[in-house]
């Protein structure tokens, strides 16, 4: 990603250097922040649930019957990064499933990944039930 100004733990290959970053190829082991780059929301990430929770696109229709968009993952991770910390999983606009936890047990703040498949990836189905984080 192009970077003008980098950060400390988001210089990349060209530490202080302006230019696109390339992190090359990662173990997959290793845990990095790869939203870095995200310094302020624009706007502002709501968690949203109902009763029997939502489908995708019951999630995206219920955003925007309140004026909103389901929020992206860059959206979240800077609305975590700011302080907002749930621990309730919710559709996001890639159709991802992310819960921005800090304080859900376990040790671990950060924005965590509902898989398909716990101990793989993939994205779990769009008729699964989840709540909702919308942006305005």
Not at 17 to 42: F, I, K, M, N, T
Not at 81 to 100: A, E, F, T
Not at 111 to 125: L, N, R, W
Request: with cysteine.
């Amino acid at each position: 990603y192009p970077i003008v100004k980098p950060r400390p733990k988001c210089s990349g290959n060209l530490q202080n250097q302006p230019g696109v970053r390339s992190y090359g190829l990662r173990p997959a082991d290793e845990r990095y922040d790869v939203y870095c780059y995200v310094e302020r929301l624009h706007g502002e990430v709501f968690h949203a649930t109902e009763d029997g929770r939502f489908s995708y696109k019951e999630a995206v229709q219920h955003c925007q019957k309140l004026n909103m968009t389901l929020a992206t993952l860059g959206q979240l991770y800077a609305a975590w990064n700011q302080g907002l910390d749930n621990c309730h999983p919710g559709w996001l606009m890639d159709r991802s499933v992310r819960i921005p936890k800090a304080h859900c047990g376990g040790g671990q703040e950060e924005v965590h990944s509902i898989k398909a498949i716990p101990t793989q990836s993939g994205f779990p189905d769009e008729y699964s039930r989840y709540d909702a984080y919308c942006f305005k």
